[in-house]
């Protein structure tokens, strides 16, 4: 007996079999009694499933794993329609989708622009050369940035699915990936709520008529405080601190009652309650999903480019404001030679643009199938770059104004890095403005809303990823699994809440996120390009977009990108870093434990794959080759053919 390929009748092997009638290629057919379709006419069919699907999906009904007709582009063998992906026939049950397009768009701009866009840039930017720096920051971002933002993009788009059950339909012997992504994402949470606690102390401290880091007459302030804005006979001197400087490390952190992480002292009670508004904030933005964070960014993405411009036009007016931009833009070429410079370029476009976090994989599971994922990779990555460069403008107006007011270099009041240049030398100079308390307070709330979207949106990458690797369990539970996790971020972040907190911060910040989300991107971009097979990739973005990925895009995949991650990690190895804070050195033992901390997540990966191997029924070959090719559910095997990857 022999099945026909369509129609499934069965013949007898003496009885000859019908022919088909020849059809033209535009016109629909009939084969045996049975209707075969064009691919123009399984086309139509398709536009018009995705329209009624899409009506169907803004109601709010329940959706049904079910297949709603013909929805393939291409040709088989016979010259009928192939099925399409999984993906667009399969909606799974209770998956939301962004409202609108704009939803996505500024959700993905929320999360990539974030605190480091306004401290980080600017500073690595005027020490690596100034507008010199510039030519490798583009690079990096051309040839290794942007080509894992869009990968990113297309993978959560394509597979519908979190960071970790995506890898079942990638490369299965990469699973772990996606557990070591969410422990770092966690890991990040402990500290980076505690920033914005921060920031929302210092907005709360501005509704005055005055910010209290403007006076030397305070219970925290020493003999050494000068307020040389206001100088009378006293002179700005080496053995000199700023009020804003007091203000930070002796009332926001108290790291003066901390001798470092073998002794932070007691929970400082202002910043836990700070905390606790935070995360309040961030549950009510993420526990219904999408539907409340997508409405939430419409305020904490677009404020800050208000607040920003404001501040530019403010700042130009200031005197010594052009030295600022000065030191800022002007080109030292001699730095471009320099591989430190390069080093820093590659781990600041890096970390700017968020791959690696499970987050663009998260929000992009939301999109609809067919939207343009290469459109929105190139707009939101150039609004990220274009925002870093834009805040530079704004904070170096500000310290070229306190250059002019010390009467020393800009180079000497731009030596704080990291948080320090925000909560002290803009601090500072905001505080000391004509209307300093509107000033301070719209730079701190902008601070607070860039914390909080990045924050938010980070966890609903977790979020996504358990709850899509255990829908069962969780899927109907969001709102507790959300509290929950909210929980374990707030008894996280508490070593963090001390005196010596922000040593804790710096740890973590070093440790548990730097070297370890490399290697995990570094993984996911070899696991795809290699395993999963460029051909296999390309193919899956042909269906979304129309069009297949040019060859600039196909050789970053293979080559270009996995190197640019494998340069990071190496010269991290190489040059290992000397850790100080303020005047504190990081004791040796803290570097052993921090390298435990790092691994804590990675090792997830080794530990799935000897994992998935044992589990694989077969011989050793038999189970290598299972644990690579990806896995179908029962839905899709009766109606998918399984493309094997490319090793």
Known sequence: MEIHPLNNEVYPLNTEKPTAEPAKEAEDYKENG?????????????RKDRKKLSKFLKKGKKRQASFVGPIGEGEGGDGAPTLHSDVDK??????????????????VIGYVVDLGNVWRFPYICYQNGGGAFLLPYIVMAMFGGIPLFYMELALGQYHRTGAISIWAKICPLFKGIGYAICIIDLYISFYYNTIISWALFYLYSSLNSMPPWTSCQNVWNTPNCTNYFLMGNDTWTKFSVSPAEEFYVRQVLMAHKSNGLGDVGGINWHLLICLLIILTLVYFSIWHGIRTSGKVVWVTATL???????????????????????????????EMFAVQVWIDAATQIFFSMGPGFGVLIALASYNKFDDNCFRDAIITSSVNCLTSFFAGFVIFTILGYMAEKRSEHVSEVAKDLGPSLLFISCAEALANMHASSFYSAIFFLMLVTMGLDTTFLGLEGVITAVMDEYPDLL???????????????????????????????KFFEVYATGTAVIVVVFLEAIAVSWFYGMKNFCKDIKEMIGFVPGKFWQICWVVISPVFLLFIIISFLALPMEIKLFNYTYPHWSKVLGNFLGLSSIIWVPIYMVYKIIITPGTFGERILKSITPERSEIESSTVVVHLNAV
């Open 304 to 334: 800050p480019y208000f607040v920003l411009f404001i501040l530019l036009i403010r700042g130009a007016t200031l005197p010594g404001a052009w030295k600022g931009i000065v030191f800022y833009l002007h080109p030292q070429w001699n």
């Open 34 to 46: 049975v209707l075969i379709q064009s691919p123009r006419t399984a086309k139509k069919i398709l």
């Open 90 to 107: 399969i909606v799974p049950s209770g998956r939301e989708n962004w409202s609108n397009k704009v939803d996505f768009l500024l959700s």
């Open 475 to 505: 899927r109907k539970r969001r709102k507790w699994f959300v509290l929950v996790l909210i929980i374990i971020c707030t008894l996280g972040s508490m070593s963090t809440l001390t005196f010596g907190g922000v040593y804790v911060v």
